[in-house]
């Protein structure tokens, strides 16, 4: 009995300590250097799956099993710990941050690789970069923020498009880089909102970008795009709202300013105005008034309203993962009616099918709502706002209609009836992106992955005209409605293999693959007449005429590839990467289609060798040496080898007139692939536990086979056709360098780049050079030769005025005036050439826009909750073609002109260099010179934040993990001598050799904000 009761008992208790050991819990609380908490550390007891998560202070709670002895900790950018549980039941544990962030995985192309493993010169951006600045285009971000990559917005325009080049401009044709979105190549990444990139890294030389082949030549934009993580939901959300403004307004002549050069253009030729006639009455009258006249750059311009609203929700578990972003941005513009509204949308889920088999799907959807802006030389909003002259009204109360001119003169339209007709040029567009991926681990070391995209952008814009009457040369006798819709559709199906081996101190990595590619466009637009100012009846049907206008365009092109790589590593010292890609293009006849890319780059990590070791002052020290050669499909349009037709040519047959059609480009079936070919060499180093970082490349760029047009005779009827006879060649430096550390609670990071790049035109094919830049009145401004950078300013060198007739007199070559038709206060023409003659021989080279040197600054500081950044950016050696300059610093006086213009030579006034006043101009005194040649270097402050985040123990409170306010503002400070709108000028008609010149482009726009972000 009493043996049984024993049992009984042990029994019992043996259950009950059973209980207890597997029941007992620990807790405690894990924090950095700094003491702050750390969340999401993963706790686990080592040797279980049993583990839990830090909270938002750093704390935890975890029930231990039975024999539970060490629990593992880990964190990203800490380094992992293990810590003995013994007796204690509450910890207090530091984490130290991971100094050496080598192995950081960085994305290439077709795959990840180790960052202490690249060989090729590849940078990386943050996420947090990205979104510094305030706009739509996620690669307005990242200007002047990595060496190489020389970035130019096209315009100031709410919505426009930048100008990216890697490494300078390879061609004379298309310079643009390749993207490649989560695995989709696309040339057109509207569809990503700044929030939704996780990362981006950008392919520079062709060791890195060979892998691309025929697409790589420009430098190739890896886009990594934000991704669930295991864990409970985790939602954070972004606004910000801000103002505004032009930084800058062009100083011109007020109306009495006006007026009196005008009469003093008469004056000057001995043009005797009628007193009693309505232009001396107008002119005399504004003359001796203190009427300032109107300010067109007021009467268009405006403070603009900007916001952004990002809601982001991402979380899952071990088999399943996701996040969904939905972003929407609202710009006015500092032009009046200019706006744009995008509406983001993003989904990305990750499976865990199996154990050997994931697969993830990838959605985006955009939609622009875009009021369109047009900035050409006759009817731009600002190019007239800025020529127009003071006199006309912007509106006339005794007709409740848009001011008139009062007198003739040049630029007849009034501004603000432009602007105000762009509420009715409206344009949509609408963007779905979607990719599919399986990942199969087929075997050790061996997974397949196939990957399907489709990109899908439908377009639909809509234009109306209004009849209106103000003068017989500012009338619109016919309204116009033009209307078009367009589809593009793309597809990319990838697969590839990769398989890893490791044997002893050697490790193998190779990729193969093949790959399709095809993209279909097709456009319509029709312009009718008289359809009523209704805006319910703006449709084609509604047209009261026959006359209508209609234009089409569609295209088919297609790629396929095939592609490999291999990377071997011995003992983390010697690194080498070889990849060769063969690409069939469309574009080419089938004796040309086909193109073979390879490429090899070595490594050397001397920091792994002892005697580098024994220095405790270098952490990372890295050689690198690559070479290869890519292809530029882009720069040949698709069927370029035929011979091209155009319409609209008239020819009689008797005595009917006939529609026909003519060649204007001949064909050329011998087109082939352009090539760049280049050579890298960089070293990476990081010095005091990779507190300070160097990074820096030298690197040789040469393309062959560039597409130019050779002259052929005039007798054959047609265009010179397009041939593989040019060549051009990029060399620079690269330089970045950054330092972070911390003093007890005062944090800072601090960074500078880099870049000289000289560009070189080595051949043209024995053609003459080419001429770009047309401006009206000044004619070709830039000119493409051989020895020269692109598109370099091309025109006749000044040297001042003469002052006096002295001066003029003196000005002659064996007792005969160079300049016969001059007169005192005229310009004063070099002639070069020495032959006592003004004219095209005596032209000469006068700058380009291509910088000689590009460089960014940016530091963030921080301290306790408070953190302070602020980002600089420019350009030197940079010249500028002001291309209103021939209106704006003209002779007659029939346009508005700069402010300095009143400084004119006068008898009075002969000590300045500012040309005198006349209508007959006998000079030319406008003609292209370098006096409309402008130094266009600049400083800009890109942005400056200061902003605050709460603590954690504030926020955990009402159920927050991070809430942060801030202050923002961009482009707050410009320094420059430039006296156009805007120093940053890109290419208009986005053509390479019109770069550099100013045609009254939309300026950068100065942006005060106030934002917060918020996680839950």
Same mark, same amino acid.
Request: glycine share 10%; proline share 4%; net charge neutral.
């Given at each position: ?19 207890? &050991? ?8 894990? @924090? ?37 002895a ?12 293990e ?15 991971? !100094? ?14 180790k ?7 590849? *940078?990386?951006?943050?996420?947090? #970069? ?16 990595v ?36 695995g ?9 909102? $700044? ?5 981006? !890294? ?30 409970? $939901?985790k ?20 109306? @009495? ?45 405006q ?43 993003r ?19 955009? /939609?622009?709502?875009k ?12 190019t007239?706002a ?6 006309a ?35 949509y ?19 397949? %992955? ?25 009338? %619109? ?7 078009g819709?367009?589809? #593009? ?28 590619? %095809? ?33 089409? &365009? ?7 590839s095939?592609f490999?790589?291999?990377?071997? /590593?011995?003992?983390?010292r010697?690194?080498?990467t ?7 293009s ?30 405790? &002052? ?6 690198? *040496? ?47 692939? +352009? ?44 265009? $010179?056709? =397009? ?34 790049i000289? /560009? ?6 024995g ?10 009145g ?10 020269? +950078?692109?598109?370099?300013? =091309? ?28 007169k ?24 380009s ?13 921080? =301290?306790k ?42 008898? !009075?006034?002969? /000590? ?79 053509? $390479? ?24």
């Open positions: 009995m009493f043996k049984k009761l024993l049992m009984t008992v042990s029994l019992v208790l043996g259950s009950w300590l059973m209980a207890i &050991a597997q029941n007992q819990s620990v807790s405690g609380k894990i @924090s950095d250097e700094k003491g702050e908490g750390l969340p999401g550390v993963g706790v686990v007891v080592k040797g279980t799956t049993v583990g839990t998560t830090t909270d938002v202070e750093g704390k935890f709670t975890l029930a231990l099993p039975e024999n539970a060490v629990l593992v900790l880990s964190s990203v950018g800490m380094k992992s710990m810590v003995e549980i013994g007796s204690k039941t509450t910890f207090e544990i530091t984490m130290l941050s991971d !100094e050496r962030a080598l192995d950081e995985v960085v994305v290439v192309g077709y795959g990840t690789v960052k202490s493993d690249i060989t090729g010169a590849v *940078a990386s951006v943050k996420a947090e #970069q990205i979104t510094k600045i305030a706009t739509v285009n996620p690669l307005q971000g990242i200007q002047g923020r060496p190489g990559v020389n970035i130019v917005s096209q315009s100031g325009e709410p919505g426009a498009a930048v100008r990216v080049r890697i490494r300078g401009v390879g061609t004379i044709n298309n310079s643009d880089p390749l993207y490649v979105v989560d989709f190549q696309t040339g057109d990444i509207s569809f990503l909102a $700044p929030g939704d990139i996780a990362s981006m !890294e950008i392919l520079k030389d062709a060791s890195a970008t060979a892998i691309y082949g025929s697409r790589g030549a420009n430098g190739v934009i890896l886009i990594s795009t934000k991704r669930g993580k295991s864990g409970a $939901p939602i954070s959300f972004d606004a910000y709202a801000g103002v505004q403004k032009a930084w800058n307004k062009v100083d011109v002549l007020n109306a @009495s300013q006006y007026a009196t050069l005008r009469l003093e253009s008469y004056a000057n030729d001995g043009t005797v105005l009628p007193q009693d006639g309505a232009l001396y009455q107008t002119l005399n009258r504004f003359a001796q008034s203190s009427d300032p006249g109107t300010n067109w750059q007021d009467e268009v311009m403070t603009g309203i900007m916001q952004n609203y990002s809601l982001n929700v991402m979380g899952g578990t071990e088999k399943h993962r996701y996040s969904l972003t939905g972003t929407y941005f609202d710009q006015q513009g500092i032009v009046k009616n200019s706006p744009v509204k995008k509406l983001f949308l989904f990305n889920n990750d499976f865990y099918v199996t154990k050997w088999l994931d697969a993830g799907i990838s959605a985006a959807y955009a /939609n622009t709502d009021t369109q802006y047009f900035g050409d030389q006759y009817g731009g909003v600002l007239s800025l020529s127009v002259s003071p006199l009204k912007a509106w006339d109360p005794a007709t409740n209609f848009w001011g008139r001119r009062p007198v003739a003169e040049g630029g007849a339209y009034n501004p603000a009836r432009i602007v105000d007709e762009y509420k009715n040029n409206k344009a567009q609408t963007l779905v992106n979607s990719n599919f991926f399986l990942d199969a681990k087929i075997a050790k070391g061996l997974s397949f %992955r196939t990957q399907f995209g489709v990109n899908w952008l439908t377009t639909h814009d809509k234009r109306y005209l209004p009849q209106y009457y103000l003068a017989n040369d500012d009338q %619109r006798q016919h309204s116009s409605l033009r209307e819709r367009g589809e #593009q559709l793309g597809w990319v199906w990838t697969n590839y293999l990769t398989y890893s081996k490791e044997i002893g101190k050697h490790s193998f990595t190779a990729m193969a693959g093949f790959e399709n590619q %095809r993209t279909t466009f097709s456009d319509m637009r029709m312009t009718v007449l008289d359809v009523p100012n209704d805006k319910s009846q703006w449709y084609l049907s509604a047209t009261k005429s026959t006359d209508y206008l209609l234009e089409t &365009a569609q295209s088919d092109e297609s790629l396929q095939y490999g790589r291999v990377n071997y /590593n011995f003992d983390e010697l690194l080498l070889a990849t060769l890609r063969r690409d069939g469309s574009r080419f006849l089938p004796d040309n289609r086909w193109g073979t890319f390879p490429s090899f780059a070595l490594g050397y990590n001397l920091a792994e060798e002892t005697f580098i070791k024994s220095i405790s &002052a270098i952490s990372q020290l890295k050689l690198r *040496a690559g070479w290869g050669q890519v292809g530029n499909q882009n720069s040949a349009a698709n069927y370029g080898y035929v011979t091209t037709v155009s319409g609209n040519n008239m020819y009689v047959f008797g005595d009917t007139p006939v529609q026909g059609f003519a060649p204007t480009v001949a064909s050329n079936p011998d087109l082939k692939w +352009e090539t760049t070919t280049s050579s890298n060499f960089g070293i990476d180093a990081g010095f005091f536990n990779n507190r300070l970082s160097l990074t820096a490349d030298y690197f040789i760029k040469n393309t062959s086979d560039m597409i130019v047009r050779v002259p052929i005779p005039v007798f054959a009827g047609v265009g $010179p056709p =397009y041939v593989n006879a040019g060549s051009m060649k990029n060399k620079g430096i690269e330089l970045a360098l950054n330092y972070r550390s911390s003093v007890k609670d005062f944090t800072y990071d601090i960074g500078i780049n880099a870049t000289k000289i /560009n070189q035109v080595t051949d043209l094919g053609g003459e050079p080419i001429a770009g830049g047309d401006v009206t000044l004619g070709q401004t830039t000119r493409t030769e051989v020895g020269r +950078e692109i598109a370099v300013y =091309y025109g006749l060198r000044t040297d001042g005025i003469f002052r006096t007739q002295a001066d003029l007199d003196a000005y002659a070559r064996e007792g005969v005036a160079i300049q016969p038709n001059a005192v206060g005229d310009v004063k023409f070099v002639d070069l050439n020495n032959d006592g003659v003004i004219d095209n021989k005596d032209r000469t080279y006068l700058g826009a291509t910088p000689s040197l590009s460089f960014g600054f940016n530091a963030n500081l921080g =301290y909750g408070f953190d302070l950044s602020f980002f600089l950016q420019g350009v030197t050696g940079v010249e500028l073609v002001n291309g209103l300059g021939h209106w704006m610093n003209n002779a007659n006086g029939m346009f508005n002109s700069v402010a300095s213009r009143f400084d004119r030579w006068t008898p !009075e006034n002969p /000590n300045t260099n500012e040309p005198r006043m006349t209508q007959l101009n006998p000079n030319n005194n406008d003609q292209f010179s370098d006096r409309f040649v402008s130094n266009g270097n600049y400083m800009r402050l890109r942005n400056l934040t200061l902003g605050y985040t709460l603590p954690k123990t504030v926020t955990s409170k009402v159920g927050m993990s991070n809430l942060r306010v801030y202050i923002a503002a961009d482009n707050l400070l410009t320094f420059t001598k430039y006296k156009g709108m805007d120093p940053e000028i890109g290419e208009f008609n986005n053509n $390479p050799l019109n770069f550099g010149v100013d045609l009254g482009a939309y300026p950068q726009p100065r942006v005060g904000r106030i934002g917060l972000s918020v996680n839950f």
